[in-house]
T-cell receptor
Framework: AQKITQTQPGMFVQEKEAVTLDCTYD???????LFWYKQPSSGEMIFLIY??????QNATEGRYSLNFQKARKSANLVISASQLGDSAMYFC??????????????FGTGTRLQVFP | SAVISQKPSRDICQRGTSLTIQCQVD?????MFWYRQQPGQSLTLIATANQGSEATYESGFVIDKFPISRPNLTFSTLTVSNMSPEDSSIYLCSVEQGQGPYNEQFFGPGTRLTVL
């Protein structure tokens, strides 16, 4: 079963507008973490934001916020005031326990965001 | 956050040859991870590398094809052996930083490999 689902292969947004990128997840763990990464065309993976399963407040980092709805198992990324430089692939990821001494990130298939003037 | 560098940044290789990718971190880390991203795809974990022990490989990846070294807490190498065009991918190393269950995870800039 797919653990992380990103249903939007591509999104368009006009500069200065807000955009929401969807992410749903599936886990039976009580303790887990959710991540969003940005991957520009250069290929590097840029960490954006993190949400822990026990965090009561939604995570925010500058123009990025994570709309965490635990009961619905969703962790949508909201980018406010979009900029042309936000055009990139965006990946949602979840950390679940792999072994007692470590864990691994499981990635969604990504959403390609294009910001137009 | 950890600063991670990888060498080479990209390479074009012939079928049947091998390439070793280096990953250097600016701080000591316990766990290092190697991921593969095939063209147009998401990231897949190849293996987890602890210093001083054998790497642990994910299903579908074997040590003979992807040998890994982890000689110290700041460095690791991944070798892609006997390459075929199907190995053309971006290879990324990654490290965890933090305490407890809420470790952040950072990635290197990646190595873009093309196999002809």
């Amino acid at each position: 079963a797919q653990k992380i689902t990103q249903t939007q292969p591509g999104m368009f947004v006009q500069e200065k507008e807000a955009v929401t990128l969807d992410c749903t997840y599936d886990t039976s763990d009580q303790s887990y973490g959710l991540f969003w990464y940005k991957q520009p065309s250069s290929g590097e993976m840029i960490f954006l934001i993190y949400q822990g399963s026990y965090d009561e407040q939604n995570a925010t980092e500058g123009r990025y916020s994570l709309n965490f709805q635990k009961a619905r198992k969703s962790a949508n990324l909201v980018i406010s005031a979009s900029q042309l430089g936000d055009s990139a692939m965006y990946f949602c990821a979840m950390r679940e326990a792999l072994r007692r001494d470590t864990d691994k990130l499981i990635f969604g298939t990504g959403t390609r965001l294009q910001v137009f003037p | 956050s950890a600063v991670i560098s990888q060498k080479p940044s990209r390479d074009i290789c012939q079928r049947g040859t091998s390439l070793t990718i280096q990953c250097q971190v600016d701080s000591q880390v316990t766990m290092m991870f190697w991921y593969r991203q095939q063209p147009g795809q998401s990231l897949t974990l190849i293996a987890t590398a602890n210093q001083g022990s054998e790497a642990t490989y994910e299903s579908g990846f074997v040590i003979d094809k992807f040998p890994i070294s982890r000689p110290n807490l700041t460095f690791s190498t991944l070798t892609v052996s006997n390459m075929s065009p199907e190995d053309s991918s971006i290879y990324l190393c990654s490290v965890e930083q933090g305490q407890g269950p809420y470790n952040e995870q950072f990635f290197g800039p990646g190595t873009r490999l093309t196999v002809l």
